[in-house]
DNA sequence: AAGAAACTGATTTAATCAAATTAGTTTCCA
DNA sequence: TGGAAACTAATTTGATTAAATCAGTTTCTT
């Protein structure tokens, strides 16, 4: 059973996947047939709501990571991959790309996106440097690795280029961790 | 002997990266020590000297570019490689990300940067194929390659990572080449 | 022939202010 | 208790216009 919490959050990310940023809280009253007076009950205001709206998110892709890295059955390699299998399935829930216009008016939701896409790479940074001390994958720089993947999938994103060829965004996104992974695996 | 029309071309490219697009006619009759009347005996306006100065980058990528793919001592592979390492030499000249925003005041400059960023992938593509054919490389999706390697170059020039990671353009440059190349290394 | 500098019409930018929208609150009602 | 709708103060949007900038031309000079 989903709290009302959880259900404003959903509906939150509804509306903003739909308008961006500029979502109104009449928006999102409606898209769940609930007067403003309730959600102001829970959330203080709209940046509370913005901000744990975030934080929904990235906790849901802590969680699946962290099931990844429980699995004893992985080795080093297997997890790096199947950790850069979910990061970008939270990924899909937000366009985050839209949050980044925020930088300007919610300058502490911005931070907060900044600081868990950050941190979100925690796990898979410990990952790469173990996978290098066990000699499974090259010595390769790890900020590098990081950027490529992660202006990959911008691109996914933004423009349309899985639309015009054709490729659906999880095809993509398992050959990109394919050739990335067959990239850096030691020789 | 640089003829006039490449001393004016490289002193809009040299104004152009310090301004971007909006750097004025008087900026780089300042920049040459030259009356703008001079420019105006060469390039019709504005526009043409712009869209002149852009083909003279791709022009000097394309003539690298043929240099690699007429060495004969070369192996599919290395040509890739090559190819891969030369394109974003180019790059270096112009901060191309300036030019997307002509979208809308010069759509024919822009067409023209987009035409041309296009078909500066012919040669890598062919290659590709070729390796593909040859069973050097394994049979992967080529536009994804290209959106990889794009999008990552895009972040070296846009963000500050290589700064803050205090990695120097070329090395990060060999070390994506060098991932994405194995990364797509026929097994 | 080419530079320096002045000039003009067109475009860009900036400032201003009115109109519309919206966050958050309150009232009334089921 | 919670929805519907009205309300207010604050913010955002949009239109208008004045000021500044700039592309392209002309004049005068060496």
Known sequence: MKTVREEILDATIHVFNKK?????MDDVAKELGMSKKTIYTVFADKQELVYDMVDYCFDSIKESEARVMRNAGLT???????????????YKDIDFSQLYILKDK??????????RLESGWDSTMELFQRGMDEGVIRRVDKAIVKVMFEATLEQFFRRDVLVKNNISY??????????ICNGIKGA
Chains 1, 2 share one sequence.
């Open 76 to 90: 080093t390699l297997e997890k790096i991959q199947g950790i850069m299998g979910v990061l970008p399935d939270g």
């Open 170 to 179: 999880s095809d993509a996104l398992a050959e990109v961790v394919d050739i």
């Open 106 to 115: 919610y300058p502490r939701i911005y931070s907060r996106v900044e600081e």
């Open 20 to 24: 961006g940023m500029k979502f109104t």
